[in-house]
């Protein structure tokens, strides 16, 4: 986090500020051998009052008390940085490298919440390949999302895409194609596909349900399937639940030899991102650099 943080000031992408113990941070940059005074801000010894009574406020009628309140800012940096950019004391918020991704996500949807147009958050990898971008999702957090939650999955990878200036074609991925295997399983992305063709504001192709490689390679899904609405090879992969999501996205990644960026956080209210535990230092100045994106487009 410290190697990550010099590089976001040296590179002149953001000004971090780092949450943490002072004396370990001052000693570890020092051993770093790094020419950086990063500002510091220990939950630990800050003030806390303010924050405590913010996120108090936030969680009053969730059972937080203002003793626990004062508790969970001073000994859980999760919620001092949720409240941090909750406030407006900071722009962005990047947490998980040394937590569950589970306890790291759980503060910021706790006390910064989904953005006004969404009641779900959904982790999205944009893949860069030689010649091809691909954008996948749900990979991190929905565990077995419903229709619904697939469509609305679908919006935050296609605005993730617009986002990276790529104009999404979406496919909703299963093991079947266009109703070739009818069972409960493969009517969720069905369902969804049905609900996203319904709905006036999705002004992007998708479509589904289909097998990856109809999503992926131009002449099964032009020759077998010329009624589907997309007319290119699908670059956004909505996967239907939590398992091949994450497996997917690995597999691409490490078999497929792509650059991963992510996991972005996509439909929270403010630019925070859970980094995974093992994250390199251009992992964390990559989430980083897309959650300074996010918070000037603000
Ligand atoms: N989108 C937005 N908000 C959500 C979502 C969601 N998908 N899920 C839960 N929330 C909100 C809830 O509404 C609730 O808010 P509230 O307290 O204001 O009402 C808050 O988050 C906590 O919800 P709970 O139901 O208490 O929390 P839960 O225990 O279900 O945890 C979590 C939610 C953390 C997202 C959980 O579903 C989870 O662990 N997901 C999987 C994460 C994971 O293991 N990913 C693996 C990949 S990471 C890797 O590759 C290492």
Redesign the pocket.
């Known amino acids: 986090m410290i190697r990550a943080a010099y590089q976001l000031q040296d590179q002149g992408i953001a000004d971090p500020v780092l949450l943490g113990d002072r004396d370990t941070i001052e000693s570890l940059t020092a051993d770093l051998g790094l020419d950086f005074e990063p500002e510091v801000v220990d939950p630990d010894t800050a003030d806390t009052e303010a924050y405590a009574e913010r996120l108090h406020e936030i969680r009053e009628r969730?059972g937080v008390t203002r003793s626990e309140a004062a508790e969970l800012v001073a000994r859980d940096s999760n919620y001092y940085g949720s409240v941090m950019v909750e406030r407006g004391d900071a722009d962005a918020f990047l947490t998980g490298l040394t937590h569950h991704?589970?306890s790291a996500?759980?503060p910021p949807?706790?006390v910064v919440?989904?953005a006004p147009d969404t009641?779900?958050?959904?982790?999205v990898y944009m893949l860069t390949f030689k010649n091809r971008v691909i954008f996948c999702a749900d990979?991190?957090?929905?565990?077995d999302p419903t229709p619904a939650q697939l469509a609305e999955i679908t919006h935050h990878v296609a605005e993730t895409a617009r986002q990276f200036d790529v104009d999404p074609r979406v496919a909703l991925l299963s093991y079947s194609d266009f109703g070739s295997v009818e069972n409960e399983g493969t009517a969720k992305p069905r369902d969804a596909v049905s609900m996203l063709h319904d709905d006036p504001t999705v002004d992007f192709p998708v479509d589904g349900e289909m097998q990856a490689d109809t999503a992926v390679v131009e002449d099964i899904l032009t020759d077998t399937y010329d009624f589907a609405e997309l007319d290119g090879p699908a670059n956004c992969l909505v996967f239907p639940n939590?398992e091949a999501g994450?497996i997917g996205y690995k597999l691409l990644q490490r078999l497929g030899g792509a650059d991963a960026i992510g996991?972005i956080l996509a439909?929270m209210d403010e630019p925070v991102h859970v980094i995974?535990?093992g994250d390199e230092v251009k992992d964390i100045v990559n989430l980083a650099a897309v959650a300074v994106v996010d918070a000037q487009e603000e």
């Open positions: 969730k991704y589970s996500l759980r949807l706790q919440g989904t009641d779900y958050v959904a982790g990979t991190t957090v929905n565990l939590l994450n996991p439909g995974q535990r």
